[in-house]
């Protein structure tokens, strides 16, 4: 946790007081914008960009709260606004709702390590990715996630559904593959 | 919360990722270039102020005058009204209050049609006949006094004139000869030269009557008191490494275990030399304000803008050329300098100045060694505030212009962290202009 004064120093824009706080938050931040991307790249402008706004909004940030928490809604919402502003991540955002199956809410076992998990989430398509970050890894709402998206809140929840559907039918997929090279090993 | 949702979240809360060192520079080049942007926005401030003073005060030139109070007495030959007017003038406001003795409304109006405004300063003169006496209650000690009538005495400029201060020498030698009837040897030409004569354009001039006048040097000398000077200028900075003369300027390497890549931050390091900063450029303008203490001595203040320009070069272990850094930056400074003046030769004077002055560096973009030996091109690294102490000799023109040299030595270091001490040490060549002047050309 940083202490005031090195938030201070960040808002008298002192730079070894910025650089301290980029780098007790820059790891944690770009796990964050990785999730939401599709290359390591765009992962880091956004947290370029992102820490551009930590460090010109940080007077506004009020000590009641966690400074964490709020570096990653700023990471989030910018991550979000990045994903609909360039055109490669435009188009798979607005996936089409009617050409949805019917979904089912298991609840399989998550049998991964972390890196595997998120190259899973960053496998779904773009809209789909997004719609999982914020609901289950961020806890978004589906309304607070249709208002950050600007979309209808039946249609975040239907994506959500898929989403997670695809997901889980992954996750299965690799755990089958898991036992059957268990079992191979085991002849 | 579903079961799913809640290992997904615990599975990634600590899923990080390290990224690459070019993102920090990417964040600390946005930050440096929003920090020019908003100097440059805030840069806009001391300019209008400058620019409003400069034009408050020559707006205002015009309404300095010398007559603050004047008070008036006599008859109205037609009305046989007696009257004492009082008529106070600063900077142009007149207030007026006439007490009228066996006066009627009728005899008011008519009364007030038989004088005669002089100028803008609402100054009363009486008519045929009447007395007048007109006593300046200001700290000079002049006095007009209006005797019998002597036509004969009465030149053209005559008592419709009034003495206000400018520059114009030519007229103020014809007033002051019409009005004391005097040559206007019997003042010094240096003297009288700040004072001259507004022509009373509206009204016509009473010739029927005279005004003599005692014109004292003290009194003259008042009217200089107060100057306002445009300043500009040029010349070239040093950075030296003591206070003294004998500073080396050129060729300074710092410690060989220096290790700097500017503006870099702390990563992707090369080992390189920085050189002290080589002979720059800088420039000035601003404006002064000067009050005599007395004949020789005076007081000089202002407000100044100074921007300063020089090099630094870059080399690697081995001496050799890599590149050249050129650093910037831009003070506010406040001078304070003591002022002597003596005559020199005909129609000039000699300016001594001496004196301290405070600088503030608003923005800068300077080279600056850091406490670990880096260097870096960062604000904070550098002092805000820079004393320094000034010494000048100027010519002063019969025009009022002064043309001078000015010797500025920096007594804060300019880098707030390090070892090594460098102060900026500076050589301009400066022009002033009175504000009068100005005004006068303007017209």
Redesign the interface.
């Given at each position: 946790m940083p202490t005031r004064e090195l938030i201070k120093d960040c808002i008298k824009?002192?730079?070894?007081a910025?650089?301290a706080l980029?780098n007790l938050y820059?790891?944690?931040m770009?796990?964050v914008c990785?999730?939401y991307t599709k290359s390591?790249e765009d992962?880091?402008d956004v947290?370029?960009e992102g820490?551009?706004k930590v460090?010109?909004k940080l007077h506004q940030f009020k000590h009641d709260g966690d400074l964490g928490a709020w570096i990653r809604r700023i990471m989030v919402n910018t991550a979000v606004n990045y994903l609909q502003k360039h055109n490669r991540y435009k188009k798979e955002m607005q996936v089409d709702d009617i050409k949805l199956h019917p979904v089912s809410?298991d609840?399989?076992e998550?049998d991964?390590d972390?890196?595997e998990?998120?190259e899973l989430i960053r496998q779904l398509p773009s809209g789909y990715q997004t719609i999982f970050n914020l609901?289950?890894?961020e806890?978004y709402d589906h309304i607070e996630t249709a208002g950050l998206l600007e979309m209808n809140v039946n249609t975040v929840r239907s994506q959500y559904s898929r989403a997670?559907a695809i997901l889980?039918t992954q996750l299965r997929l690799h755990f089958s593959t898991q036992q059957k090279q268990a079992y191979s090993g085991k002849i | 919360m579903e079961k799913f949702e809640q290992d997904i979240e615990q599975k990634l809360a600590g899923f990080n990722v390290e990224p690459s060192p070019q993102v920090w520079q990417g964040v600390e080049a946005a930050l440096h270039q929003r920090r020019k942007k908003r100097f440059a926005f805030w840069l806009w401030l001391p300019i209008a102020f400058i620019c409003m003073a400069t034009t408050w005060l020559l707006l205002s030139n015009d309404k300095m005058y010398r007559i603050t109070v004047v008070t008036a007495t006599g008859t109205n030959a037609k009305t046989k009204t007696s009257y004492t007017t009082k008529t106070s003038e600063e900077n142009g406001a007149a207030t007026e209050a006439n007490t009228l003795t066996n006066s009627n409304h009728t005899s008011t109006v008519t009364n007030t049609k038989s004088r005669q405004q002089i100028n803008k300063g609402s100054m009363l003169l009486p008519t045929k006949n009447s007395k007048l006496q007109i006593a300046f209650t200001s700290p000079n000690t002049s006095t007009y006094q209006q005797n019998k009538i002597t036509p004969k005495n009465v030149k053209e400029a005559g008592t419709s004139e009034i003495l206000t201060r400018t520059n114009d020498t030519a007229k103020h030698k014809t007033a002051i000869a019409t009005i004391t009837g005097k040559t206007v040897d019997t003042l010094p030409i240096k003297d009288s030269s700040i004072l001259t004569v507004q022509e009373n354009k509206k009204n016509t001039p009473i010739k029927d009557s005279t005004i003599t006048t005692t014109v004292t040097k003290k009194q003259i000398e008042k009217s200089r008191k107060h100057q306002w000077y445009i300043i500009g200028g040029s010349g070239i900075s040093l950075v030296k490494n003591s206070t003294l003369f004998t500073g080396t300027t050129t060729s300074y390497t710092f410690n060989s275990s220096v290790s700097a890549s500017p503006g870099v931050g702390s990563s992707s390091r090369n080992v390189l030399h920085v050189q002290q900063p080589n002979t720059g450029l800088s420039f000035m303008a601003g404006i002064h304000y000067e009050t005599a203490l007395n004949k020789h001595w005076g007081i000089v203040t202002g407000l100044r803008y100074r921007y300063i320009q020089n090099r630094q070069t870059v080399t690697d272990s081995a001496n050799r050329f890599i590149k050249t850094e050129t650093n910037h930056a831009h003070w506010l400074q406040l001078p304070l300098y003591m002022q002597y003046t003596f005559n020199a030769f005909t129609g000039t004077r000699l300016q001594l100045q001496a004196g301290p002055s405070i600088a503030w560096a608003f923005s800068e973009n300077w080279l600056a060694v850091q406490s670990t030996g880096d260097y870096q091109y960062d604000k904070n690294l550098n002092n805000a505030a820079i004393l320094g102490i000034n010494a000048g000799v100027s010519i002063l023109s019969n025009k009022g212009v002064k043309f001078g040299v000015l010797l500025e030595q920096g007594l804060t270091s300019i880098h707030k962290k390090g070892n090594d001490s460098h102060y900026l040490q500076q050589y301009s060549f400066q022009v002033g202009i009175p504000l009068g002047l100005l005004s006068k050309t303007k017209n």
């Open positions: 824009n002192k730079k070894d910025q650089f980029y820059a790891s944690s770009m796990g990785y999730r390591i992962a880091e947290l370029q820490f551009i460090f010109t809410n609840s399989p998550i991964l972390t890196k998990l998120v609901v289950a890894v806890g997670r889980t | -």
